[in-house]
């Protein structure tokens, strides 16, 4: 990478003014980068190596063969079962969420293939309320892990959650820690392979339950990946929070995830060790 | 009928408080005059019995939560000495220290043998500093855990006390794992070949809570509470300030009766009049005939039937809406 970074640096300034539209600038470390290589990197700054977020949709294109991802579980979308109303109404932000993202909830989970092999296949999106799991998440989540245990398929799941357990679905989203994993012991009993995926932020209910339970824990680089957040902890320690805290690094090195690995190398490593753990060889 | 010790008192209590003064009063002049007052005080306690259906029939959701984390509200360890015979105390996680924000033990309720496991929030200021108020950290999971294994391998039916403002947040708690650690919990949990009872006694407070919380049968007190986030939190977030827990914690629906609303919770324990903290006796009386009634209900179940009873139990909780299937599926 590093003869590349130099011409890039250069090449940035030099090419702002002639073709503005091809160049950004890197929210991470501020540095011009080169939009195409960004976009072609899938959403990471080929200068720092940030990992931004991208769409449900994207990550399915990223990891799945092509053409072959069916989502399933379609016919569930969330109820107010609180009737949430605070500032604005739980009701409200699920609209303008399910306009702006044309999900129905949180999350998409259905059946497909990576270079071959037949997977169920999950992952939330952040864009919708944070990617909080509220009852359809919940509930997409336990029966993608049924199906996986039902057709002995590995279960991948990509999690990226701020939200945690979505607050306006109250106890509700509490109790979706319990049922997704419930179901992940069921598919454990039952011989069954879940890799996890973190990216950032995977936080709260989310990492506290389901995202932490992987056979397999993967994370992208970088990710804030944790149980409490850094506002809460900072308020009840009343000190500064160290540097890279909760990051997929402290991770990694406190032993809780396996391994790191880059968005670009995601899926040949998925398919790595599915191959190694036999994946291939069911019937 | 118990004398509210008045260390502390709710607002809402005072006029009760203030009626069981003069009550007292009114008896020790009796008592001391040898004037006959009888009348007057059965009366007073006529209008204080009133006083307190009136206050305590209409509980708002924040009252409830002040009850549920009232400091003579009866803990984990009162409900322990006065309720388990033969108990003895089992310490630490094996693996890192022991951590006294959760506590567990065998013994036996009656004739029946049980493990308990139990938040601990701590009786002296000692206590509640060491135990965090009631704030388990990853290893007191652990232990938890480590216990409950034990309870499963001899087949001893495990009781669980839900009472934390939440699992602690703080840097040694993250190094060490808390969201693995108590997601590890959910799932062991839901493995375990015993009767599992749990009982929300005082604050269910969200993961921290559901980290010992994976039972057959989940009780709670009358004026507990089991949210997934803290009213202060939510205030926090949706108005940028704490005062506004009040109503938050209306909106959050997490008193008992929501629960049982939702299909949560199979059983509301009722508290005296007054709350837990006005006659703890009849408290530990009702918990004890509730969960010996529940380890009873569940004792015909088979090691995989109470397994299958457990995710049948997690699988059903949620809220959603099933629409008719697009036609553009593939
Ligand atoms: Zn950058």
Redesign the interface.
């Known amino acids: 990478m590093t003869p590349e970074e130099n011409e890039k640096k250069s090449g940035g300034h030099r090419k702002r003014k002639e073709m503005p539209d091809l160049w950004m600038q890197c929210t991470s470390c501020n540095k011009l980068v080169y939009k195409p290589k960004f976009e072609e990197m899938q959403n990471v700054c080929p200068e720092c190596n940030y990992h931004f977020e991208i769409s449900s949709t994207e990550r399915i294109d990223s990891l799945l063969d092509e053409c072959t991802f069916?989502?399933h579980f379609?016919?569930?979308?969330?109820?107010d079962?609180?009737d949430?109303?605070?500032?604005r109404s739980y009701e409200d932000r699920l609209k303008g969420a399910q306009e702006f993202t044309k999900l129905s909830d949180a999350c998409v989970v259905g059946t497909g293939k990576m270079d071959g092999l037949p997977v169920v296949f999950g992952v939330s999106d952040s864009r919708f309320l944070r990617g909080s799991m509220?009852?359809?998440v919940?509930?997409k989540i336990?029966r993608g892990i049924d199906l996986a245990r039902e057709l002995s398929q590995p279960f991948i799941f990509v999690s990226g959650s701020g939200g945690g357990?979505?607050?306006d679905?109250?106890?509700?989203?509490?109790?979706?820690?319990?049922?997704t994993?419930?179901?992940?012991?069921?598919l454990?009993?039952c011989g069954g392979l879940f890799i996890s995926v973190l990216t950032n932020p995977t936080?709260?209910?989310c990492?506290?339950?389901?995202?932490?339970?992987g056979d397999v824990i993967f994370a992208e680089p970088g990710a804030l990946?944790?149980?409490?957040?850094p506002t809460?902890?900072k308020e009840?320690?009343k000190s500064e929070?160290?540097d890279g805290?909760?990051s997929s690094e402290f991770?990694l090195e406190?032993?809780?995830v396996d391994r790191i690995i880059n968005r670009g190398e995601l899926r040949s490593s998925l398919v790595q060790v599915m191959r190694l753990l036999g994946c291939d060889q069911a019937a | 009928m118990a004398k509210a010790s008045s260390s502390h008192r709710l607002d809402f209590e005072a006029p009760i408080i203030e009626l069981e003064k003069k009550i007292e009063e009114l008896r020790t002049f009796a008592e001391s005059t040898e004037v006959d007052l009888s009348g007057q005080i059965e009366k007073l306690v006529t209008k204080c019995d009133e006083k307190k259906r009136a206050i305590f029939n209409s509980l708002t959701p924040w009252q409830k939560i002040q009850l549920a984390r009232h400091p003579q509200r009866p803990l984990t360890s009162d409900i322990v000495t006065a309720i388990v015979a033969d108990f003895i105390e089992l310490h630490g996680d094996k693996s890192f220290r022991d951590d006294p924000a959760i506590l567990c033990g065998l013994g036996r309720i009656d004739e029946q043998r049980v493990l308990l496991v139990g938040h601990r929030k701590g009786k002296d200021t000692a206590e509640k500093v060491s135990c965090h108020f009631g704030s388990p950290h990853p290893e007191g999971y652990k232990k938890a855990m480590l216990k409950m294994k034990l309870a499963d391998k001899f087949g001893v039916p495990i009781v669980t006390f839900i009472n934390t403002p939440g699992?602690?947040?703080?840097?040694g708690?993250?190094?060490?794992?808390?969201?693995?650690v108590?997601?590890?919990n959910?799932?062991?949990m839901?493995?375990l070949k015993v009767p599992i009872v749990c009982v929300v006694i005082g604050e269910g407070g969200?993961?921290g809570a559901?980290g010992i919380?994976?039972g057959n049968r989940i009780l709670m007190l009358e004026h507990s509470y089991?949210?997934?986030?803290s009213p202060e939190?939510?205030a926090a977030?949706?108005?940028k300030s704490a005062e506004y827990k009040e109503?938050?914690a209306n909106?959050?629906?997490?008193t008992a009766e929501?629960?049982s609303s939702?299909g949560?919770i199979d059983e509301i324990i009722p508290e005296p009049l007054g709350g837990a903290h006005r006659d703890p006796p009849l408290v530990f009386e009702r918990l004890k005939e509730a969960i010996l009634r529940n380890i009873r209900e569940l004792s015909g179940l088979s090691g995989d039937e109470l397994v299958k009873d457990?995710?049948d139990k997690?699988?059903k909780?949620?809220?959603?809406?099933?629409?008719?299937?697009?036609t553009v599926?593939?």
């Not at chain 1, 679905?169 to 049922?179: C, D, N, P, R």
């Not at chain 1, 990946?225 to 957040?229: E, K, Q, R, V």
């Not at chain 2, 993250?174 to 693995?180: H, N, Y």
């Open positions: 069916e989502e379609t016919e569930l979308y969330p109820l079962p609180l949430f109303v605070a500032v509220g009852s359809v919940g509930e336990r357990a979505r607050m679905e109250g106890v509700l989203s509490l109790m979706q820690m319990a049922k994993s419930v179901a992940l012991a069921e454990d009993r936080m709260g209910g990492m506290a339950s389901f995202a932490a339970l990946i944790g149980f409490a957040g809460v902890i009840t320690i929070i160290p805290f909760q991770q406190h032993g809780f | 699992a602690y947040p703080g840097i708690a993250e190094e060490r794992g808390q969201a693995f108590i997601a590890r959910l799932m062991d839901a493995t969200s993961g559901l919380g994976i089991y949210s997934v986030i939190g939510c977030i949706l108005w109503q938050a909106i959050l629906k997490l929501d629960l939702f949560i457990r995710y997690f699988c909780m949620g809220e959603f809406e099933k629409r008719l299937k697009e599926d593939s």
